[in-house]
């Protein structure tokens, strides 16, 4: 291999680079002398070599101290009758640079492979690819755009080891000396099928198992393994099952469990065809050489041969054995993996209805039926209808757009959308809507600009469907971020198989599902809303409250507990004086009258004990006086309990404690909260507080991690696990090994978790 490195007079180059940064206003370390620093070839070396008959793997081994972009990378051949494929380039870490923004950078060394193909007869033996790179030091210093050039001899064909077949023994030594005592070149890197060699085999109607027998010096991580099915009729693949791994820091991921020599993955099935067939895997896995070269991530297709299985087409694999255990969230993902269909969407749908009346979606129904009442006793059903829908498809599409993007980037748009300002900016329009409720004013044009537009036909009906679609986009965004197993099962489906199409198109039938009841509300409260008169003012004055609830319910995100416990007693001593609490009652008053005004009465009491309870350090509307008169047991202790929490920050928080774990062979149970997460307060309130769960974690270290701020360090460790936000709760061994088939994602209730905690904590017990 022949390398012709192109730069000249490298201190002028730098100190040139200098004065062009200073001049365009780019910060620098001015103390550094540019004559310290290495010379561009040595901080960032290059090295090539054939990866194959038709593609070249070009190697930066980076020196410490230095990084290169990846955004950066570009390359060209000067070799007639030579194109170019589209380079596969590893992704790098990500960083906040001051230069280019968030980007995604390497260090040590980055590898990328880089096809190659003839435009015109057979490949040339050598061809000359140029390099271009950009790369900086630590110290504040950025070298300027650099190309360097290789030249590299392909082979005719590159053989094929057999399947099965290992390294002899004096490879296996030379390989292990090489590694150890750094001897060799990159060009002696084995190429990715002799380092990693994969076999395959069904072992039986409904699993098969694939293995990697991995050479001296190499490893594989596991985080990187995945399938999927590229032909196969009725097979549906469940997540796979992997042995713990050997924790390892490394320096692009952090903390990684790997495989070294031999591992053996199993992959269980579903199949609604019982018939013997030729099925066609794709595996993906990525692996390293310890002596410093990762190769990219690598996909290889694997056919197999399903025997006839025995059982009716309804029937599924055995599942009683814990190690068998599938999360919820997983077998949504299954269910989509299993391919597009009309049935895997309406299920997806009927999801959706089943999430319409949780409490992320449930406060979208006064907000629609606010905006239906606020329209007056004119308003026709079919007017209803079309406000309805309105206000459903915007909500719809912005969480299918929401949920592929954080499907391809792990960015959950909607936790960008919890800053304090744009919770309160919506408070603050639902307190504008409650006050037009009632009436103290209306929300409407002014009158001078509504008579200019009076001749320009539905213009005021064109703004009011805006206004509704507007709101639709933002309930979306605002009201529900909290991530319920079947939209994480989207997500990860998205996330694994890069199919944002198939993945939109759940979700889109996710969202409609929980719109459908928005749709029928809405609809039903245009057709029943009173002829014009006092019981007209009256259902306004309810929803009006109705939107004062929802601003104190989002403020609870934001605002310490006792103040909007305050705040509720204020609203509900204001109803009860509103219903007549403090009025003088009529001999002769009504039925209705009576009852309304004993309910006012009873909202005024409640609002007073809200009132004392927000004082006494109360923090529970349903328990205001929890704070304040503590349940107190038999042995004059007091009964209540909760569970203990310790606080981590980030992903280096998380990896202290699983270490410190691990060295006491202790079990640990992280969670994931937000202020912002309904979910999370009711897994707080229904499911953390009960007996036997606690029991069940008695044990076990308890970590949580609160991602309210979202923040770099909370969307760093989201991202480190593959988590779209909260909540989710993630198990780990006495190894620091996750259990990553219990995820929990969601609320669920304590029987179900107790289950999922025993499964995942004391294997011994039956699930």
């Known amino acids: 291999m022949h390398l012709k490195p192109r730069v000249k007079n490298h201190t002028a180059r730098i100190a040139l680079a200098l004065a062009l940064l200073g001049t365009l206003g780019i910060p620098r370390a001015f103390a550094v002398d540019p004559d310290e620093l290495l010379r561009v070839d040595d901080a960032f070396k290059i090295s090539a070599e054939a990866a194959g008959p038709d593609a070249i793997r070009i190697t930066w081994t980076v020196a410490e101290g230095y990084f290169l972009y990846k955004h950066r990378f570009n390359f060209s051949t000067s070799t007639p009758n030579v194109e170019l494929g589209t380079a596969d380039i590893p992704p790098g870490k990500p960083k906040v640079d001051e230069f280019f923004g968030d980007v995604e950078t390497y260090r040590q060394a980055v590898s990328v492979t880089v096809p190659v193909k003839s435009v015109a007869g057979a490949l040339p033996d050598e061809v000359e690819i140029i390099a271009g790179s950009q790369g900086c030091a630590d110290v504040g210093v950025c070298y300027p755009p650099h190309k360097q050039t290789v030249s590299v001899a392909l082979p005719v064909a590159m053989s094929e080891p057999a399947p099965s077949a290992e390294p002899g023994l004096f490879s ?27 076999s395959a085999d069904a072992v039986d109607p409904y699993t098969a198992v694939l293995r990697w027998d991995i050479a001296d010096g190499y490893y594989l991580y596991r985080e990187k393994f995945g399938f999927a099915l590229k032909s196969g009729d009725g097979v549906t693949l469940l997540p796979h099952q992997s042995p713990a791994g050997e924790f390892k820091e490394d320096e692009s991921f952090g903390r990684m469990e790997v495989y070294h020599n031999r591992v053996e ?29 990762c190769y990219p991530p690598t996909k290889t297709d694997v056919p197999l041969r399903l025997a006839m299985a025995s059982t009716p087409p309804t029937s599924q694999p055995p599942t009683e054995a814990p190690g068998d255990y599938v999360s919820e969230q997983d077998r949504y993902a299954a269910t989509l993996a299993g391919g597009a269909s009309f049935g895997t969407l309406a299920a997806f749908f009927g999801l959706g209805l089943l999430l319409a009346f949780t409490p992320c979606i449930f406060p979208m129904v006064p907000i629609l039926s606010s905006i239906i009442v606020g ?60 006050m037009s409720m009632f009436g103290f004013y209306n929300l409407q044009l002014p009158a001078a600009l509504q008579s200019k537009l009076s001749e320009i036909s539905n213009k005021q009906q064109g703004g009011t469907y805006i206004g509704v679609a507007i709101m639709g986009l933002l309930s979306a965004l605002i009201v529900g971020p909290c991530v319920a197993a079947p939209l994480a099962g989207a997500l990860i489906y998205i996330s694994q198989s890069g199919d944002a199409v198939f993945g939109g198109m759940a979700l889109f039938a996710l969202s409609l599902g929980m719109g459908t009841p928005l749709l029928l509300i809405g609809t039903s409260a245009g ?55 403090l009025r003088r009652l009529d001999v002769d008053a009504t039925g209705w009258r009576q009852f309304w005004q004993g309910m006012g009465v009873v909202s005024l009491l409640y609002g007073v004990l809200l009132i004392v309870g927000a004082s006494g350090g109360g923090k529970d509307a349903l328990q205001p006086l929890r704070g304040v008169f503590a349940s107190v047991g038999p042995t004059g202790v007091s009964a209540t309990h909760e569970l203990e929490f310790r606080k981590v920050k980030g992903w280096s928080g998380v990896k202290a404690e699983l270490a410190a774990a691990a060295a006491q062979n202790r079990s640990v149970m992280l969670d994931f909260y937000a202020d912002w997460c309904v979910s999370c307060k009711e897994m707080e309130k229904y499911t953390f507080s009960d007996a036997s769960v606690q029991a069940a974690l008695g ?69």
């Open 172 to 198: 296996r030594l030379g390989s292990s000396l090489r590694n150890k005592f750094g001897g060799g070149t990159q060009g002696e890197f084995l190429p990715v099928e002799r380092a990693f060699v994969l």
């Open 265 to 293: 993955i199993r992959l269980p099935m579903q199949r609604a065809n019982t018939a013997a067939q030729e099925i066609i895997l794709e595996a993906r896995y990525q692996g390293c050489a310890e002596a410093g070269f």
């Open 375 to 434: 329209q007056g006793a004119g308003l026709s059903t079919r007017k209803a209808f079309t406000l309805s829908l309105i206000y459903v498809l915007p909500m719809a599409l912005t969480y299918t757009i929401a949920g592929v993007i954080a499907g391809m980037t792990g960015q959950n748009l909607q936790a960008l959308f919890q800053e304090p300002w744009l919770v309160a900016s919506f408070a603050a329009i639902f307190v504008a809507l409650a």
């Open 527 to 581: 057709k029943l809303l009173p002829r014009v008169g006092g019981w007209m003012n009256t259902v306004k004055a309810v929803f009006g409250v109705m939107l004062l609830g929802l601003a104190i319910w989002m403020l609870e995100r934001i605002l310490p507990a006792s103040i909007t416990l305050l705040l509720w007693g204020v609203l509900a001593i204001v109803s009860g004086v509103y219903l007549g609490a």
């Open 699 to 767: 044990d076990a270290i308890l970590l949580q991690a609160d991602v309210t701020l979202n923040d770099d360090d909370d969307q760093a460790l989201l991202k480190q696990f593959g988590i779209f936000g909260p909540p989710a709760i993630l198990f780990f061994d006495g190894q620091g090994a996750e259990r990553k088939e219990y995820r929990v994602v969601g609320f669920m209730k304590p029987e179900q978790f107790k289950q999922v905690i025993d499964g995942a904590l004391h294997p011994s017990v039956a699930l």
